[in-house]
């Protein structure tokens, strides 16, 4: 009896946890998966990077300790004083074709005073001078707390320039009165 009892408690506790599950089938979150057109947090590809100084003595640098996390990429026209620089940072050739919707996103970090970091994409980039090339300005959310904090760019749809290879730049300017550092870290471009 005392057996029977005992089976009769373990059956009903089984049934009872079944029945009274407090996970549901709209309980479970799907992750979402995204598909790269391209991708780089400066670990490995840096030397794919264009790296193109148009005026003054500073330049981009890989820097190995301040990136989210890792590498990022750093430009400062401060050397013991403010210095006038336009430097580029381009990207690799990015393929788009074949894709119908794309979106670019990265992060910034920056600290003191100077000009605004400029975002641009081209598709008629051919090496050398970039100023040569046709650029169009891409609006994106920058730090602007001055305490090198990672920023996210947002999703910025770069649809218009799908269908062949695409450039994406930095541009930073300086002068002899203000020199800004910008840092960035993971470029890359989503496939809608």
Known sequence: MKIK????IFLLGLVTSSLTSCVGDDDYVIPTVYE???TDG???DWANWTKYSATGAQVWTLDTQYGNPG????MSGYSGTNNANEDWLISPAIDLS???????????????TGNVLEVK???NYAGGDPNNATWTNLSATLDASNSYTWTNSGAIDVSSFVGGNVYVAFKYTSTSSA???????NVKITKN
């Open 98 to 112: 074949g894709l119908t919707a794309a979106s670019l996103s990265f992060q910034t970090a920056s600290r003191f």
């Open 71 to 74: 590498n990022c990429a750093k």
């Open 121 to 123: 994409i081209s598709s």
């Open 5 to 8: 009892f005992l089976k009769t």
């Open 179 to 185: 020199s800004m550092t910008w840092e960035v870290d």
């Open 42 to 44: 400066f670990e490995t």
């Open 36 to 38: 790269y057109a391209f």
